[in-house]
Each structure stands twice: as structure tokens, then as C-alpha cells.
């Protein structure tokens, strides 16, 4: 009897083993790589940075300290806070940094949509920037929910490109801030769910990022409406958050800054893009190196090293933090100090007022 308990045990265990392996899905499999390779670890900018993409929607003295401590470590001398809301919320906001840290950081107003399409909705949209200026602001940011999501008061879609938004591009250029924009979102988000789409497991893990033509309008469409846009006001500079959904086709992306010179690029949340194709890349930053700004989006402080390695290094084959976002490797560009200063602050400090340059070595 023992005998036969130990040949079911023996016939059992690699039953076990198995089971546990089909039942393993792919965010778990991370199979650890047997390249030997050079390998950097880099925690600490090698200049100090400027985040342009950033967002703190409660910053306050109460935050400021531990967000300094982090910002130091990693050698970020400002961040861009672009979720400073407007008036007596974006007041407090910069009232708050003038008496705590006045130095390591710069405000983005935000637009109040609601009530867009009433007849004084453009005149007070308009004052209220020239407030929010006035106020400390030194920029605007302009959210993904125009486009998407903003209707004005006769329940329609206002288009990225609508005409009663021009005022406030308009007044963006005379008082000389940049215009931040994020519209869409990566096109295979309008794409099957399928075997062929690269964010399949992004999609099932985030199934509300799934987007259709009719939810709220084609990609190309608000895509278009975006570029028009930057069209029709040429004396405004315009920032494309996340490479204006271009960090996969550069030569795409080269095209469009040509044609347009009043719009430059960040690169926040898509470096897992520019890492796997290095030697493109780093083409493209030569090409455009007056154009492109250092960004990251979400507020992960660990996160930063990935961006980093990308932009400082010449390593093979190491992964993005995120699976879900970017399951494949990635390599160093290795960009020459020339380009990276202006990456990390040069290309910032050139059109966002009010940043205190004595931060930075030259």
C-alpha cells in the first residue's frame, strides 16, 4: 500500500508542476536574461533636469518637503506641475510654493470647459488665463478630455480645433507661455483586441483605456484636429505630450515638426517606445535637439531611472518597469552631454518663463 502511495505522489508532483505552469500568465512569466552585458544602474541625472510633465494636484507646504527630498536625490531641479487648476485654486497654489520652495517649481493653469458654447463662455475663458497669469501660472495645460470628452451646451463634441477655443491659443502667444497639449492617446487603443495589437495585455488589464471610432471619434481624426490646430496659431508654442503619439514612427514625427515649427515634443510615458529602437532615436534627438523636452508623466520617482538609462547609456537589452506597457527590451542611446543638457533644461528654459537658471551649470 505505502508503495503504491508513493508511485501516485511520484505520478502526481509533475502533474502539479505543469498545471502550475499553463495556469502561469504572461504578467508573471519574467524570465530573468542570461546576457552578459555592460550594465547601468543609473538613479541621478547626469544634469539637472527640467520635468515638463508633471502632476501634483495638491500641492502644498505639506507635500513640497518630501517631494524636494525625492526630487534632489534624483538631481531634478524643477518640476512642472501642469494640474494647477485656475483661479483662487491655482492662486493658493503658487502663493504656497512663493513661501516654501519658490525656485523648484512652475505652474500650469487648466481651462474651466464647462459652459463652453454660451455666448461670454470665450471672453471670461480668456480673462481668467490673464488672471492665472498674473497669478503665478506660466503655462497651460490642456487635458485629454478636449476631444474626448468636453461637450458644450448643446451636448456636442467640441473638436481640439474648435474655433471658440482660438481666443485662448490666441492670447497664449502674446503673453508668451507654452500650450501643453495631450490629445488621443496611442493609436492601437482604436485598434481589435487581438493577437496583432502590441497593447493586448495593457487593454485587458485596463479595459477602459479601449477606445472605437464612435467612442468619441477616430484616432486620425482628433489627431488631425490637433494639427490644424497648431496650424492656426503659428505665434503660439505649442508642447505634444507623450511625442504627439508619434514615438513610433519617427520619420512621421520628423515630418510634422518640420511642417510645423511652432511645436515641440515630450516624451513622458513613451521612452519604452524611443528604447527599443536606439539608433533611430538617437537620429532623432541629433536632428531635433532644439525641439524635445524632458518628460514623465506619472509621479513614480523609481521610474525616472528607466528614462535615464535610456537617454545616458549605450545598454543592450534591460526591461521597462511596466510589463503591461512595454513587454519587450529596450537599449541606451547614449546621447552626447551637448544634446542631454538640452534635453534636461536648455530646451525648456528657452520657452518657459520664470525658471530660475542659476539652477542650472550654463
Known sequence: MYKSYLNLIFLLVPLFSLAQEKNMDF?????????????????????????VHNHQWNLSPQSIPSLLAAMDKMNMAVMVNLSGGNGS???????????????RFIVF??????????????????????????????????????????????????????????????????????????????????????????RWLELKTHPGRKRENDNPAPWEILIQEQHQMFKKHPNTTFIAAHFGWYPNNLDKLGSLLNEMPNVMVEFGA????????????????????DRILFGKDSWV????????????????????HKKYHAFWAMYGMGLPDTILKKIYYKNALRIIPNIDKTLFPD
Not at 124 to 141: H, I
Not at 271 to 281: D, F, H, K, N
Not at 301 to 320: A, G, I, Q, S, W
Request: charged content about 30%.
Open 27 to 51: 504578467e508573471k512569466y519574467n524570465p530573468i536574461s542570461t546576457l552578459t552585458v555592460p550594465h547601468h544602474t543609473i538613479t541621478r541625472a547626469k544634469f539637472p533636469f527640467i520635468d
Open 89 to 103: 485654486k491655482l492662486k493658493s497654489m503658487t502663493s504656497d510654493i512663493k513661501t516654501t520652495a519658490p525656485t
Open 109 to 198: 493653469a487648466n481651462i474651466d470647459f464647462s459652459g463652453i458654447g454660451s455666448s461670454n463662455w470665450t471672453n471670461q475663458a480668456v480673462a481668467q488665463l490673464e488672471e492665472d497669469v498674473r497669478n503665478g501660472a506660466n503655462g497651460l495645460k490642456i487635458f485629454k478630455n478636449l476631444g474626448f470628452s468636453v461637450r458644450d451646451n448643446n451636448g456636442n463634441r467640441v473638436r481640439v480645433d474648435d474655433p471658440r477655443i482660438d481666443p485662448v491659443w490666441k492670447k497664449c502667444g502674446e503673453l508668451k507661455i507654452p500650450v501643453l497639449i495631450h490629445t488621443a492617446d496611442p493609436k492601437s487603443f482604436w485598434d481589435p483586441v487581438d493577437d496583432k495589437n502590441e
Open 270 to 289: 513613451v521612452i519604452a517606445e524611443l528604447g527599443r529602437q536606439p539608433r533611430a532615436a538617437k537620429a532623432f534627438f541629433e536632428k531635433f535637439q
Open 301 to 320: 520617482p523609481e521610474e525616472y531611472n528607466t528614462y535615464f538609462r535610456v537617454l545616458e547609456t549605450e545598454d543592450d537589452y534591460f526591461p521597462y
